[in-house]
């Protein structure tokens, strides 16, 4: 399913035919191909499980906190899509009482397809996947993300992008949040984090991360749940994530705590 998504992304990128709307602001996009790639994965899901909740980002109206519950951004990196840069991604999870159990991203363009199940291990196009090793700040290719109230809220991600960028070899902001997960999961970047996140950005993300041997933790220092908005992100070596949990508190000094 969440190939014949990427498949539709692939196309509408190919074709650059997509609409596109904008949200509560300007720099909040939804296209066509958010709209179709929703409705495709939607309609397949109530065929093949009547009886599981379906919450989609363009869809959703409120988060069941217990069953099985999928939760799906059809179009990761809708802003990238609008604009015909190639970075985006579909993110398919299954929450079970709100534990994220499974999870799948696909990465349309690169032919990439990142999945996992909780208690099975986390795997890239077949292939066994595993979080980096790098321990230090110094040595570490880190990935964020910015919100799209960045230019109304104060904190917008730039005082925590300042600390870490010259501390660490580069900080991407590729664009889809899904990617930038799932690429800490396969060990090609070290550290992500970011505020403002959603389930849908996350649920499947969070699943690799963890089987692959990472941690996906809150800002709060608590193991991330659905529900909340922001994610911190490691390989898990002790170092390295320590580095990271000291540089936003850090960064974050004077600014509100969040959960
Ligand atoms: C966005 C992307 C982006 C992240 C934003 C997300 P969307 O998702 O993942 O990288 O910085 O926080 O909202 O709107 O393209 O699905
Ligand atoms: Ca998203
Ligand atoms: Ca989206």
């Given at each position: 399913?969440?190939?014949?998504a990427?498949?539709?992304?692939?196309l509408?990128?190919?074709?650059?035919a997509?609409?596109v709307?904008?949200?509560q602001?300007?720099?909040?996009?939804?296209t066509?191909?958010d709209?179709?790639?929703?409705?495709?994965?939607?309609?397949?899901?109530?065929?093949?499980y009547?009886?599981?909740?379906?919450?989609?980002e363009?869809?959703?109206?409120?988060?069941?906190?217990?069953?099985?519950?999928?939760?799906?951004?059809?179009?990761?990196?809708t802003?990238?899509?609008?604009?015909?840069?190639?970075v985006?991604?579909?993110?398919i999870?299954?929450?079970?009482?709100s534990q994220?159990?499974?999870?799948?991203i696909?990465d349309?363009?690169?032919?990439?397809?990142?999945?996992?199940?909780?208690?099975?291990?986390?795997?890239?196009n077949?292939?066994?996947?595993?979080?980096?090793?790098?321990a230090e700040?110094g040595?570490?290719?880190?990935?964020?993300g910015?919100?799209?109230?960045r230019?109304?809220?104060?904190d917008?991600?730039?005082?925590?992008?300042?600390?870490?960028?010259?501390?660490?070899?580069g900080?991407?902001?590729?664009g889809?949040a899904?990617?930038?997960?799932?690429?800490v999961?396969c060990?090609w970047?070290?550290?992500?984090?970011?505020?403002?996140i959603?389930?849908w950005?996350?649920?499947?993300?969070?699943v690799?991360?963890?089987?692959?041997g990472g941690?996906?933790?809150s800002?709060?220092?608590?193991?991330?749940r659905p529900?909340?908005?922001n994610?911190?992100?490691?390989?898990?070596?002790?170092?390295?994530?320590?580095?990271?949990?000291?540089?936003?508190?850090?960064?974050?000094?004077?600014?509100?705590?969040?959960t």
């Amino acid at each position: 399913l969440a190939r014949q998504a990427g498949e539709l992304l692939r196309l509408g990128h190919e074709n650059g035919a997509s609409l596109v709307h904008t949200k509560q602001s300007t720099v909040d996009l939804v296209t066509e191909t958010d709209l179709a790639s929703e409705r495709l994965i939607i309609d397949a899901l109530r065929r093949e499980y009547p009886d599981h909740a379906i919450y989609g980002e363009e869809s959703g109206d409120v988060l069941p906190s217990s069953g099985p519950v999928w939760v799906i951004d059809p179009l990761d990196g809708t802003t990238n899509f609008a604009h015909g840069f190639p970075v985006f991604s579909v993110s398919i999870a299954l929450l079970v009482d709100s534990q994220p159990v499974l999870g799948v991203i696909r990465d349309p363009l690169r032919d990439d397809s990142f999945w996992a199940e909780r208690g099975q291990g986390a795997w890239r196009n077949g292939q066994r996947m595993q979080v980096s090793s790098t321990a230090e700040l110094g040595r570490s290719l880190l990935a964020t993300g910015f919100a799209y109230d960045r230019a109304t809220n104060p904190d917008n991600n730039l005082a925590e992008f300042s600390y870490f960028m010259p501390k660490t070899r580069g900080v991407r902001r590729a664009g889809s949040a899904a990617l930038d997960m799932a690429w800490v999961a396969c060990g090609w970047l070290d550290g992500y984090w970011e505020r403002g996140i959603n389930v849908w950005d996350a649920a499947a993300a969070v699943v690799m991360i963890r089987e692959a041997g990472g941690l996906a933790m809150s800002y709060s220092g608590q193991p991330w749940r659905p529900g909340d908005r922001n994610m911190l992100a490691s390989n898990g070596v002790q170092t390295m994530h320590d580095a990271l949990v000291t540089g936003l508190r850090s960064a974050r000094a004077g600014l509100p705590s969040l959960t």
